[in-house]
Structures are given as structure tokens and as C-alpha cells.
């Protein structure tokens, strides 16, 4: 399965728009790229999910260029409650392999 | 539709003593997978179940651990003789098939902790 790197931490301001990058050098024809978003004390969360360009959907979208190498998630005018980790999932499978993920903090 | 329940919540357990964690899936999936969360680290795959039926246990350790989903009831994930180093926060999730799109819905999980 193809191997992910995201940025540890991100800060943000509320309003602002926020764009998270996971890299995926190893990617395969058939892989899927997925987001979760996770709580603290809480289960992830399924975001978005792409195989490449752009889909959108209410929460977010995703942007897969060409080459599917990396993929960026983009959250429109973050609020408070968009504080949490996120994580970038690539595969073809059901077995999910979750990296460490993206800690996004937002103030006020 | 409810979603995916766990129970309990919070498990405290001594050494040497069982732990028993429940998942009952959402209405209408039949597939269940578990994962297990160590403090600041990403989810880790243990296993998946269907009806009655061990598919992958890949990810699980050899010993003390095991899992069941019943014709009847919840998925139970049972963690025999448990050390300190089983503490940690267990995930269980379903789906409504095992292709990559389709979705798998978590639960809240339970948080063991081993005294």
C-alpha cells in the first residue's frame, strides 16, 4: 500500500480557507485516496474520497492532480469545531492504514 | 439509523485479567473491522470479521487476543491475560461491503486501561 506524508501540524483562523497536502509518491493505478477527520475521544470520521482531479461534496474538497502523486484537501472557511487531526488514506483495499495525520488547530 | 456502538466507553482491568469490547454495526452491514489506537499514533488494522467469519486477522497479535462476530449479536474483541501494553484505544467499524469506496463508519471506541 502507498506509503503517505503529511505535514505534522497546521494552525488556522477562523474564516480562513485551509488546504492540507498528503503525499503519495507510491501510488498505484488502483488506489483510492481517502480523508478521515478525528476527535479527540471520538472515531474517525470518513470527509472525501477521490481517485483523481476534483470532487467535491457539503464538507470539502479534494484536488488530485494529473499524476495522482499527492492530493490536497481543502476546507472552506475553517471554524472552531474543525480543530482535530486528519488524516490521508491511499489504497485499494478495506484494510485502512492510517498515518499519524495532519493536527489542524484553529483559533478564534 | 443509529450508528456504529461500542461498549464499554472507558474499561479499566488489572494484569492478568480479561477484556472483553463490544461493537454492534450499523443496520444493514455485515462487515466489521476492528483497529487499535496507541496515544498520538494513526489507527492500526487488527482484523475483519463477517457474519460468523474470521476474513483477515493480519494485523492481530498471535496471543491473548481474538475475535468473533455471531450470527446473532454483537462483534466481540477479547483480550485475554491483558498487560499494560494492551492499553490503548480500540476502534471498531462497518460497512456496507469491503471495496475500497465503500465507506467504513467508526464507532467511539473504547478506551482500555491496563493498571
Known amino acids: 500500500l502507498a506509503k503517505t506524508t503529511q505535514p505534522i501540524s497546521m494552525d488556522s483562523y477562523e474564516g480562513q480557507e485551509v488546504n492540507i497536502t498528503c503525499s503519495h509518491n507510491?501510488?498505484?493505478?488502483?488506489?483510492?485516496i481517502t480523508w478521515y477527520q478525528q476527535f479527540p475521544s471520538q472515531g474517525p470520521r470518513f470527509i472525501i474520497q477521490?481517485?483523481?482531479t476534483k470532487v467535491t461534496n457539503e464538507v470539502a474538497s479534494l484536488f488530485i492532480p494529473a499524476d495522482r502523486k499527492s492530493s490536497t484537501l481543502s476546507l472552506p472557511r475553517v471554524s472552531l469545531s474543525d480543530t482535530a487531526v486528519y488524516y490521508c488514506?491511499?489504497?485499494?483495499?478495506?484494510?485502512?492504514?492510517f498515518g499519524t495525520g495532519t493536527r489542524l488547530q484553529v483559533f478564534p | 439509523n443509529a450508528g456504529v456502538m461500542q461498549n464499554p466507553r472507558h474499561l479499566v482491568r488489572r494484569r492478568g485479567q480479561e477484556a472483553r469490547l463490544r461493537c454492534s454495526p450499523m443496520?444493514?452491514?455485515?462487515?466489521v473491522y476492528w483497529y487499535r489506537q496507541l496515544p498520538e499514533e494513526g489507527l492500526k488494522f487488527m482484523v475483519y470479521?463477517?457474519?460468523?467469519?474470521?476474513?483477515?486477522e493480519s494485523g492481530m497479535p498471535k496471543e491473548r487476543f481474538s475475535a468473533e462476530f455471531p450470527k446473532e449479536g454483537p462483534s466481540i474483541l477479547r483480550i485475554q491475560q491483558v498487560v499494560r501494553g494492551d492499553s490503548a484505544a480500540y476502534f471498531c467499524?462497518?460497512?456496507?461491503?469491503?471495496?475500497?469506496?465503500?465507506?467504513?463508519?467508526f464507532g467511539p471506541g473504547t478506551r482500555l486501561t491496563v493498571l
Open positions: 467499524a462497518s460497512s456496507p461491503g469491503r471495496k475500497a469506496t465503500d465507506t467504513q463508519y
Open positions: 507510491n501510488i498505484a493505478t488502483n488506489d483510492y
Open positions: 477521490g481517485y483523481k
Open positions: 488514506l491511499v489504497g485499494n483495499t478495506d484494510k485502512l492504514i
Open positions: 443496520k444493514g452491514h455485515s462487515h
Open positions: 470479521l463477517q457474519k460468523e467469519n474470521i476474513i483477515d
